[in-house]
């Protein structure tokens, strides 16, 4: 997911898809326990999107402040 794409989201949005991205992290972590995953490069990729999701949330959050 691009930066872009996150930005556009509204708050409630990005909440949810913050739940979801976290759950599918869980599900791989899983997955690289029990030996079946395929790419281990997507923990990275969801990873990253976690961490791109919150800073848009807390940048916004900053700016409310002000």
Known sequence: MK?????????????AKLVAVKSELFNLRLQLEINQLDNPMGIKEVKKNIAQIKTVLREREIKNAN
């Open 3 to 15: 930066i872009k794409e996150i930005r556009n989201l509204t708050n409630d949005e990005l909440n």
